[in-house]
Each structure stands twice: as structure tokens, then as C-alpha cells.
């Protein structure tokens, strides 16, 4: 499978490097607020694929050729994922020591390769290493040592200014949502598009589409607050998926939901995935991982104790 990233380096402006800090918690999807980007220009080729416009009918899925992000609900097994050509995450001896742990470090020369097109779990105890693992395929922290290479950019040594490009084509999906409170779900989609100067033509044939598609067509006038926690992480893959990028990286989405919601998020997952999204997602949930028999990597104390094709959630230790 072809990658669909654009490089970060034919994307930025050039200039002097902005002094480099850690990203604080908060939200990959805040960090595509680049008011100052004026490169989100429709001469992208990413988009210019997938671009639904406003002159289209409707309900563009009924259109014949019409490609979603979503690919039909399937029972049988996806496609094999061909693993070669460049990796999309690709982790060479990778450590990460928080300076508050200097002794400690949250990941211990971690080594893996992730390809477009693959479903990877990362499972762990709690403190293993999970969402630090995801910090740096974001490039919300940076390793200490070791390289980290996202569609074949080297996050390490990445200018901070050229990490808004990367960010938009990674969608996230965090487990307490991190929708905006004050917007409604159509507003909270739509602004992810608006903060990376999407035309409003655009923003109103696409919003919408997405919505249909995650089940929340009837609900997009409503308030984060108006809505039940599934619902709510419905609207957060809504604002993930939006921009069609090619990486979701999920940490705990099911993590406050009941099993019954757990599972539609999943199958909505499993179907951004079946279309072509390589999805990474760390997770302690059992049932979810034993049942959806993908590849799972767990974790113990920042190292990589398994990695196995179509693993259960099982026991850390076994190799
Ligand atoms: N900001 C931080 N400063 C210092 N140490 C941190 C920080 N964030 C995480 N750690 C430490 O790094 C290690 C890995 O944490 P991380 O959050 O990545 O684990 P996790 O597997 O995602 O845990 P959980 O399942 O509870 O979310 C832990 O020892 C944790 O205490």
C-alpha cells in the first residue's frame, strides 16, 4: 500500500528554528490550530484525492466510485498488510527519560516497524510505557536517544515548526474525548478543518459526511454535554478522521465507555482501517483486543516484551 503522507519537509516554510519544548498534555487536535499555516493549500495532493465538494449531491457516498474513510461493515478477515516499503511509525533503540525519572526510563530501546495499512494494539500494565510510545509517534515529546521515524520523517530531528504538518495527518482519539464543551458537534468537527484553512465549502460538504458516517447525522446540532459518552467519541473520531489522514493513533478510546458502546467504536475503528487508515492503538482492553485478533505489542517498563500477529491481550511476559 502506497503511503499517503505528505513530507513535512515540502510542507513548512523555511526559517529559524523555534526553541524546542515539551509539548504539554493537551490536545494533538488543539496543536492543528496553526493560525499562522497558510500552506494548508488545496494543491495538496492528500486532499485533492479525497476532497468532497460542495457541488457534489448530498449524500456523496452514493455517488459510483465514491471512497469513504469507512469501508463497509465486514465480517471476514481484512486484506493481508504487506509489510514493505517504508514503514509508516518505525522505532529504532528508542528511549525516553522524563527528566522528573531520570532513572527510569518510560521507554528502553524500543525497536519497531509499523506499515501503512496495519491495525497494532499496544498493550501493557498501567506505567509500561503506552502512551509515551504515542507521544512520540505525535511528536509530542521527543526520545532521548534513538531515532523515530513517522512515513519516513525522522521526528528527532524534526523543526518544531514543521510538526503542525505532521500532526495533520495523524488523526488522535484520546479516552476522555477532548471535545470543545462550547461548540456543537458540527462546530467541533468542522473547526479541526477550519484550523488548517479548509474553504467553507469544503468544510460544509465534509463535516457533514463524516457525521453521517459515524452515526451522528441527526445529532449535529447538539452539545458534547447533550450526548451519551459513546456518542461523544463518536464526534472525536468524527474530528480525527475529518482530513482523511492516513495514521489514527488511538490511546484508551474505549477506556470510559461500556463494553455494548466499546464495541461500536471498535467496529468503527476496524472499518477506518479496512479503508486504508493505519491505526495504532493502546488499550487495556481485553475482551476488545482477544476479540479483534490483530497484531498486538506489549509493553513491560518501556520495553518491548511481544509482538505477535493476531494476538490476544495474554500475559506480558510471554514472548
Ligand atoms: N510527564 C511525566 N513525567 C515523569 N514521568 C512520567 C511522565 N509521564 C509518564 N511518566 C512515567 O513514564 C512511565 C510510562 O508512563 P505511560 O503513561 O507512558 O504508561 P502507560 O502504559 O500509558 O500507563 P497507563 O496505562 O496507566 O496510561 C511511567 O513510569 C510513568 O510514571
Known amino acids: 500500500m502506497a503511503s ?17 519544548a515539551v509539548v504539554p498534555e493537551a490536545a494533538p487536535q488543539a496543536e492543528i490550530a496553526d493560525s499562522n499555516d497558510s500552506s494548508a493549500s488545496q494543491s495538496d495532493p492528500l ?3 479525497h476532497v468532497v465538494t460542495a457541488a457534489e449531491p448530498a449524500d456523496p457516498a452514493e455517488q459510483p466510485g465514491f471512497t469513504s474513510v469507512f469501508a463497509p461493515l465486514a465480517d471476514e478477515d481484512g486484506p493481508a498488510v504487506s509489510r514493505t516499503g517504508t514503514p509508516t511509525v518505525s522505532f529504532r533503540n528508542v528511549t525516553l527519560i522524563y527528566p522528573a525519572q531520570p532513572n ?15 491495525f497494532v494494539f499496544i498493550v501493557g500494565h498501567s506505567g509500561s510505557g503506552k502512551s509515551s510510545l504515542l507521544r512520540l509517534v505525535t511528536r509530542e515529546l521527543r526520545a532521548t536517544s534513538g531515532q523515530v521515524m513517522v512515513a519516513g520523517q525522522d521526528l528527532t530531528k524534526m523543526k518544531n515548526k514543521k510538526v503542525p504538518y505532521l500532526r495533520r495527518q495523524i488523526g488522535t482519539v484520546y479516552q476522555d474525548f477532548k471535545l470543545l464543551p462550547d461548540k456543537t458537534v458540527y462546530e467541533n468537527v468542522a473547526f479541526a478543518l477550519e484550523c488548517i484553512g479548509k474553504p467553507r465549502s469544503i468544510i460544509k460538504a465534509q463535516v457533514p459526511e463524516v457525521l453521517r ?27 480525527a478522521m475529518v482530513n482523511r489522514p492516513p495514521l489514527l493513533v488511538c490511546d484508551e478510546p474505549t477506556g470510559n465507555l461500556d463494553p455494548a458502546i466499546s464495541l461500536g467504536i471498535m467496529k468503527l475503528l476496524d472499518r477506518i482501517n479496512r479503508a486504508g487508515t493505519t491505526v495504532v492503538m493502546a488499550t487495556h482492553d481485553r475482551e476488545m483486543v482477544d476479540s479483534m485478533r490483530k497484531r498486538v505489542i506489549a509493553l513491560e517498563a518501556g520495553r518491548v516484551v511481544r509482538d505477535q500477529e493476531k494476538g490476544g491481550y495474554g500475559y506480558y511476559g510471554a514472548l
Open 4 to 20: 499517503h503522507f505528505r513530507s513535512a519537509e515540502q510542507q513548512g516554510s523555511d526559517g529559524a528554528e523555534q526553541p524546542e
Open 47 to 49: 486532499e485533492e484525492v
Open 104 to 118: 527510569k526510563p518510560a521507554l528502553d530501546e524500543v525497536g519497531l516497524d509499523i506499515y501503512p495499512g496495519e
Open 213 to 239: 458516517l459515524v452515526g451522528l447525522g441527526e445529532r449535529m446540532e447538539h452539545f458534547p454535554d447533550q450526548l451519551s459518552g459513546g456518542e461523544q467519541q463518536r464526534v472525536s473520531v468524527a474530528r
